[in-house]
């Protein structure tokens, strides 16, 4: 069976590698390498895995079949009517790091379909499940916008402070997801804390460019920081941000240099 994964960066080597494992045919597509093209890489492909970053995932969406099944691990997309146009799309997220994953470390991710827990679980690899996807979706990209604030009020990991920092995160998060039609206990799940903290440290480009702009509010960032392009998307309504989500409130009315 052949199964198209689109963006060959680390995450999307990393799946595709486990894919490959396990005697599936894999292609990959990505517009940097210049190898293929997206028409062949698609051809025949029983399920398209996408990898791009979540800034180039709506240029490349209008040109995938909406009748394969498509699943979803680029993280960072806010709202799930960007897959509207979709007859099965189903989501794979939470804290894996791509070197982990190659290295055949012990990590537990979320997904929203049993296919992705057939086609990619090893003695490594777990999953929780839930067919929460629009949840799913805004936990991966809410972490990134508060990462930032992490970084922005200067929160050390491990710290009681940091600790409380996360604690109330999760709350507004849940009160995010319940507001925006979503499911408030997927925070629960690997996908809403167990990414959350890991985000809210180092290495995240989230964190570090807010700890950047604790010492420069003129910044701006050197690589992608993908916490941006969320932040810009709920300043512009692409969410409901309900009462409760008092330091994401904090975070936008700081934000108007920079998002």
Same mark, same amino acid.
């Given at each position: 069976?052949?199964?198209?994964?689109?963006?060959?960066?680390?995450?999307?080597?990393?799946?595709?590698?486990?894919?490959?494992?396990?005697?599936?045919?894999?292609?990959?597509?990505?517009?940097?390498? !210049?190898?293929?093209?997206?028409?062949?890489?698609?051809?025949?492909?029983?399920?398209?895995? *996408?990898?791009?970053?979540?800034?180039?995932?709506?240029?490349?969406?209008?040109?995938?079949?909406?009748?394969?099944?498509?699943?979803?691990?680029?993280?960072?997309? *806010? $709202?799930?009517?960007? +897959?509207?146009?979709?007859?099965?799309?189903?989501?794979? $997220?939470?804290?894996?790091?791509?070197?982990?994953?190659?290295?055949?470390?012990?990590?537990?991710?979320?997904?929203?379909?049993?296919?992705?827990?057939?086609? +990619?679980?090893?003695?490594?690899?777990?999953?929780?499940?839930?067919?929460?996807?629009?949840?799913?979706?805004?936990?991966?990209?809410?972490?990134?916008?508060?990462?930032?604030?992490?970084?922005? !009020?200067?929160?050390?990991?491990?710290?009681? !402070?940091?600790?409380?920092? #996360?604690?109330?995160?999760?709350?507004?998060?849940?009160? #995010?997801?319940?507001?925006?039609?979503?499911?408030?206990?997927?925070?629960?799940?690997?996908?809403?804390?167990?990414?959350?903290?890991?985000?809210?440290?180092?290495?995240?480009?989230?964190?570090?460019?807010?700890?950047?702009?604790?010492?420069?509010?003129?910044?701006?960032?050197?690589?992608?920081?993908?916490?941006?392009?969320? #932040?810009?998307?709920?300043?512009?309504?692409?969410?409901?941000?309900?009462? !409760?989500?008092?330091?994401?409130?904090?975070?936008?009315?700081? $934000?108007?240099?920079?998002?």
């Amino acid at each position: 069976m052949k199964i198209a994964v689109l963006g060959a960066g680390a995450f999307g080597t990393a799946l595709g590698g486990i894919l490959a494992n396990k005697g599936y045919d894999i292609d990959y597509y990505d517009s940097r390498l !210049e190898r293929e093209k997206l028409s062949d890489v698609l051809a025949d492909a029983k399920y398209i895995v *996408l990898c791009v970053p979540s800034k180039a995932a709506p240029y490349l969406l209008p040109y995938l079949p909406k009748n394969k099944p498509l699943i979803v691990a680029t993280k960072g997309i *806010l $709202s799930d009517r960007t +897959f509207a146009d979709f007859r099965d799309y189903i989501v794979l $997220s939470g804290p894996g790091f791509a070197d982990d994953i190659k290295a055949a470390k012990d990590t537990k991710l979320t997904a929203t379909d049993d296919r992705i827990i057939e086609l +990619f679980s090893t003695d490594y690899l777990t999953f929780d499940k839930t067919n929460d996807k629009r949840g799913v979706l805004m936990c991966g990209a809410l972490k990134n916008v508060y990462a930032i604030l992490a970084g922005l !009020e200067e929160l050390e990991p491990n710290t009681e !402070e940091h600790a409380r920092f #996360l604690t109330e995160v999760s709350e507004e998060m849940k009160a #995010l997801l319940s507001a925006n039609g979503a499911q408030p206990e997927t925070v629960d799940l690997v996908c809403g804390k167990g990414d959350l903290k890991i985000t809210c440290a180092y290495p995240s480009r989230n964190y570090e460019f807010g700890r950047i702009l604790h010492k420069n509010p003129d910044a701006e960032p050197e690589k992608t920081v993908e916490g941006i392009s969320a #932040l810009k998307r709920i300043k512009r309504g692409g969410i409901i941000v309900p009462a !409760e989500a008092i330091k994401l409130k904090e975070l936008i009315d700081r $934000s108007d240099k920079w998002a």
